[in-house]
């Protein structure tokens, strides 16, 4: 595997001791800074005291759902689909980029159980293999209209750990009722996958929202956010 590259990042610091850190991916064709933006559009205080935030850029690479196209994507894929098959090479070859964040986070003085790791649409998925197959001793993962493809290696790496009396992070999942990109039903058919593999999972569906952030999802994945990573400092 070639070595991992150094991803471009911008982060919210905390206002205080940092004790505790999110990786917050971004969807395809986006960028880190443009998802940082896009969530201080939705909820202008989604800042923590004690928490860093950062927002990852996948680098561009050839995506074949825009015939070939260059695109800031995590992984490559033949076409949206839970039926198709996963893009493994790419999506490791992506979590070994993404875990040298998170190994620096540590190297920083925050413990893997202080760390959660999430993302929108593709971001979520991306997240979701992070926190399922390479780093299950995180605090947690969320994934906002996200979904992973129905023979995902990502189940059997669940249902493996379990078996064998090892933790999973507990998942949250955010989705648009009306998304007609990510249909709600992947979303719900990975959290009930995920479910049956052993996961703790709490889906919560939004009515009428399309393929988007909003409001309320964004101030109950805050207050989540909080149940896993309190201010042990204040």
Same mark, same amino acid.
């Given at each position: 595997?070639?070595?991992?590259?150094?991803?471009?990042?911008?982060?919210?610091?905390?206002?205080?001791?940092?004790?505790?850190?999110?990786?917050?991916?971004?969807?395809?064709?986006?960028?880190?800074?443009?998802?940082?933006?896009?969530?201080?559009?939705?909820?202008?205080?989604?800042?923590?005291?004690?928490?860093?935030?950062?927002?990852?850029?996948?680098?561009?690479?050839?995506?074949?759902?825009?015939?070939?196209?260059?695109?800031?994507?995590?992984?490559?894929?033949?076409?949206?689909?839970?039926?198709?098959?996963?893009?493994?090479?790419?999506?490791?070859?992506?979590?070994?980029?993404?875990?040298?964040?998170?190994?620096?986070?540590?190297?920083?003085?925050?413990?893997?159980?202080?760390?959660?790791?999430?993302?929108?649409?593709?971001?979520?998925?991306?997240?979701? #293999?992070?926190? *399922? @197959?390479?780093?299950?001793?995180?605090?947690?993962?969320?994934? /906002? $209209?996200?979904?992973? =493809?129905?023979? !995902?290696?990502?189940?059997?790496?669940?249902?493996?750990?379990?078996?064998?009396?090892?933790?999973?992070?507990?998942?949250?999942?955010?989705?648009?009722?009306?998304?007609?990109?990510?249909?709600?039903?992947?979303?719900?058919?990975?959290?009930?996958?995920?479910?049956?593999?052993?996961?703790?999972?709490?889906?919560?569906?939004?009515?009428?929202?399309? #393929?988007?952030? *909003? @409001?309320?999802?964004?101030?109950?994945?805050?207050?989540?956010? /909080? $149940?896993?990573?309190? =201010?042990?400092? !204040?």
């Amino acid at each position: 595997m070639a070595a991992a590259r150094k991803l471009q990042l911008c982060a919210v610091s905390p206002t205080g001791k940092h004790t505790a850190s999110i990786v917050f991916l971004h969807g395809s064709g986006d960028t880190g800074q443009g998802l940082r933006a896009w969530v201080r559009d939705v909820v202008p205080d989604l800042a923590f005291p004690h928490i860093k935030i950062l927002y990852p850029t996948a680098p561009e690479r050839p995506y074949t759902p825009m015939r070939g196209a260059l695109s800031n994507v995590w992984f490559d894929r033949l076409k949206i689909s839970r039926d198709s098959p996963e893009h493994l090479d790419s999506i490791d070859s992506m979590a070994a980029n993404l875990g040298s964040i998170i190994q620096d986070e540590v190297n920083a003085g925050i413990p893997k159980h202080r760390i959660i790791l999430g993302g929108f649409s593709m971001g979520g998925a991306m997240a979701l #293999h992070l926190a *399922c @197959r390479f780093h299950p001793d995180v605090a947690g993962v969320f994934a /906002l $209209s996200s979904f992973l =493809n129905k023979d !995902s290696v990502a189940f059997q790496a669940v249902e493996e750990r379990c078996r064998l009396r090892l933790s999973v992070p507990e998942l949250l999942q955010c989705h648009g009722t009306s998304d007609d990109l990510v249909l709600h039903q992947w979303g719900q058919d990975t959290s009930a996958l995920l479910q049956e593999a052993g996961m703790k999972c709490t889906f919560h569906s939004f009515p009428g929202l399309y #393929h988007q952030l *909003c @409001r309320p999802e964004m101030e109950l994945l805050r207050q989540w956010i /909080l $149940s896993r990573l309190p =201010n042990t400092s !204040s």
